[in-house]
């Protein structure tokens, strides 16, 4: 079977997450590991002198990034990988590039692989373009050779010829992302990993990187492809993988994996609650649903300007007496653009029991085409966590088509669009 | 291509094979670390020049010339010291480098695969840039004091080579506890203070009496400082060639044991990052 280029075979991978540290500290101090060992000796002979069976002291917690992964892909493939913030799908291209190791099973690999994790992986600030380009293509496993025979194509692909001596602490950040997309562009192995790297730099270099990638399918290579930009991996993909907690939900044709994502991950215009199996809080009190509205009509599809109307209902289960709610908008990367609070806008919520019906509505959204995230939040009075579902549910703004402003268009270098008054004091000197 | 594997604890068959396909990755990481160096400090040069001709002075000044210790074959005390001091110098800039330098490129092995232990091996080299400053200068002082080296001298690339692999080896063990526990960066200096003060820098080895000298050269930079003493000095400059073997077999224990060490945590270093 020489056409089978990866084949994983119960692919699982476990990390330990300690509860002492903090989930935000990976690493353990030896000050910290030293006192904690002294800690448990004391206590666990405090534990003999009384006669107490002695109890492991164990804080560390595992957590399967991914189970009993099995997948097969062929020679040529073009394939897109899908799923929610925390399906594995990073994990499973990490592993798949050689950064890290499973836990158990296995993956054979025939061909050579480039990763693309990251734009502009290596790339220092202080060294000029020319290095970067260099360094950056000895990174991603090119030969000084083959880096010398293609610089030209790489700097005319960049469009910054003529600030090539100049340390990329200078340039702009489109000229940045550009220089890293032209190195990573003409890397040419047989198998190319690409995390969600496309939803950087403005859209017509984006079309160009689109144009490349799908010339190098064509050549016969084969790509592993994240995206949330589902129209994007319609357009690249043939064959789509869907993701969740750490296993293959679905694998098959791509519009067919994207119709299942999109019905059972909230990406329709209402999304169904209350069979969540991953909300986390007290429990006290959980939400059963989330509709978006475009003039009274269920809508996850806005323009620039429009008015976006949430609608989701809570079931209090034991009265929380004066509770708190909120609502939180986040892009497909996860990066958080806004967080209502009902309190904020001076709506008090008393939590008896029953069924509460909110409507949130957003005034002339401001932000820029893009796919986004909402993720709802119920806090007692002391802000302590009765419900969270992350991500539950998404919507899309696309380009309005009365809006002719180009770049009010494009997310450039910033996430949402504010009006801001112009104007130009010239004098001839 | 032969079909890869991989798989948990699947060390790669051919893993210096593999080192060697990232030759150049190891050969551009060096420059960079070399070309940022000298980049941002415009004085990096002179910094590079400063330190060990300062130290130099003071030594020779406190063991010279206040404690009157006595020179190594004839030769002026202020170039017996710099012979010491340079690959004393190479030696605590390696091992802080390179025990440093995976988590200075955290994001790089997050992010790419490359056989990791490249990244330390390269910190060796770039420290190495000072230590051919240093060379000039020393063969800057031997001129002054109008002392030529004899023909021994041709083997100081040897000895250089004795020097990396000295550093390396606790380097790379260091390295993985430095990723492992974060303030284990604050014992590396600690190491190196108290380095200089075990091995003989500001003196000649030949004080020490004769029945420690086995023990004082366990310590690895004792043959090393040696070595070099005894081709940049040359005529009466004597060898103890026991502690230089003693000296060898722990340098070599300590990079037998670093390149375990690290192979061990090399795969799951990304994780720790």
Not at chain 1, 54 to 74: C, K, P, T, Y
Not at chain 1, 177 to 184: E, H, K, P, S, T
Not at chain 1, 370 to 384: A, E, K, P, Q, V
Not at chain 2, 184 to 193: C, H, K
Request: hydrophobic letters at 45%; one cysteine or more; charged letters at 20%.
């Amino acid at each position: 079977m020489p056409d089978i280029v990866i084949a994983a075979e119960g692919l699982s991978k476990r990390y330990m997450i300690g509860h002492q540290t903090a989930v935000s500290e990976r690493y353990v101090a030896l000050r910290d590991v030293i006192a904690r060992k002294a800690r448990n000796v004391w206590r666990k002979s405090a534990d003999l002198v009384h006669g107490r069976p002695i109890v492991q002291g164990d804080s560390v917690e595992e957590f399967w990034a991914l189970r009993d992964i099995n997948l097969e892909i062929r020679r040529g493939e073009v394939v897109g990988l899908i799923g929610r913030n925390g399906a594995g799908k990073s994990t499973l291209l990490k592993i798949l590039s050689r950064i890290t190791e499973p836990t158990k099973g296995r993956v054979r690999l025939n061909g050579r692989v480039a990763s693309l994790l990251e734009v502009g992986t290596g790339f220092h600030p202080e060294l000029t373009g020319r290095e970067n380009i260099f360094l950056n293509g000895a990174i991603l496993g090119m030969s000084r050779r083959e880096i010398k025979r293609k610089f030209a194509d790489i700097a005319a692909f960049a469009e910054i010829d003529e600030f090539l001596d100049t340390p990329v602490k200078r340039y702009s950040s489109g000229m940045y992302v550009r220089l890293a997309f032209a190195v990573a562009a003409h890397l040419e192995p047989e198998i190319l990993i690409v995390d969600e790297v496309l939803s950087v730099g403005d859209a017509e270099f984006q079309r160009k990187c689109l144009g490349k990638m799908d010339a190098v399918s064509k050549d016969g290579r084969t790509v592993l492809l994240v995206s949330h930009d589902m129209r994007r991996l319609a357009a690249l993909c043939h064959r789509t993988i869907l993701m969740n907690g750490g296993m293959v939900e679905a694998d098959g044709e791509t519009q067919t994996v994207i119709d299942r994502y999109m019905a059972k991950h909230g990406m329709a215009a209402f999304a169904d609650l209350s069979q969540r199996r991953d909300m986390s809080g007290s429990g006290d009190a959980r939400f059963q649903s989330i509709e978006l509205l475009k003039d009274g009509q269920p809508c996850r599809s806005f323009a620039f300007g429009d008015r976006l109307v949430q609608r989701f209902a809570i079931d209090v289960v034991r009265p929380l007496g004066r509770g708190l709610v909120s609502t939180s908008i986040a892009t497909a990367d996860g990066i958080p653009v806004y967080e209502y609070f009902n309190i904020d806008a001076g709506c008090e919520w008393t939590a008896s029991r029953g069924r509460h019906v909110f409507t949130v509505a957003i005034d002339k959204l401001n932000l820029y085409p893009g796919t986004y995230t909402m993720t709802l939040w119920i806090g007692d009075r002391n802000s302590f966590r009765v419900d969270y579902a992350e991500e539950a549910i998404s919507f899309d703004v696309v380009l309005a088509p009365a809006i002719g402003v180009e770049h009010r268009t494009q997310r450039n270098g910033g996430l949402v669009y504010q009006d801001a008054a112009w104007s130009i004091d010239h004098r001839t000197s | 291509m032969p079909e890869l594997i991989i798989e948990a604890g699947h060390s790669e068959r051919h893993y210096w094979r593999e080192l060697w396909r990232y030759r150049e990755l190891f050969a551009v990481l060096a420059w960079r670390d070399l070309s940022v160096l000298y980049k941002q400090t415009a004085i990096g040069v002179l910094w590079a020049l400063m330190r060990p001709v300062l130290t130099m002075v003071v030594f020779t000044i406190v063991f010279g010339r206040i404690a009157r210790l006595p020179s190594e074959g004839g030769a002026p005390y202020p170039v017996m010291v710099f012979a010491g001091m340079l690959p004393w110098m190479f030696f605590a800039n390696a091992l802080t480098e390179a025990s440093n330098s995976l988590l200075a490129n955290g994001n790089l092995i997050g992010k790419v695969y490359f056989p990791r232990i490249v990244v330390p091996a390269a910190a060796v080299v770039s420290a190495f840039a000072d230590f051919l400053i240093g060379l000039l200068v020393l063969f800057g002082l031997m001129a002054v004091y109008r002392f030529a080296p004899d023909g021994r001298i041709v083997l100081l690339p040897v000895f250089a080579v004795v020097a990396c692999l000295t550093s390396l080896g606790p380097g790379l063990w260091i390295a993985t506890l430095n990723v492992k526990y974060r303030d284990f960066r604050y014992v590396i200096p600690f190491i190196v203070q108290f380095g200089l003060y075990i091995s003989p820098v500001g003196f000649s080895a030949a004080l020490i009496p004769e029945q420690w000298r086995l023990v004082y050269s366990l310590n690895p930079m004792v043959g090393v400082i040696d070595g070099f003493r005894w081709c940049i000095l040359g005529g009466e400059s004597r060898m103890y060639w026991p502690g230089f073997a003693v000296s060898m077999a722990v340098t070599a224990f300590f990079l037998w044991f670093g390149i375990r060490r690290f192979r061990k945590t090399e795969m799951s270093l990304a994780d720790l990052l």
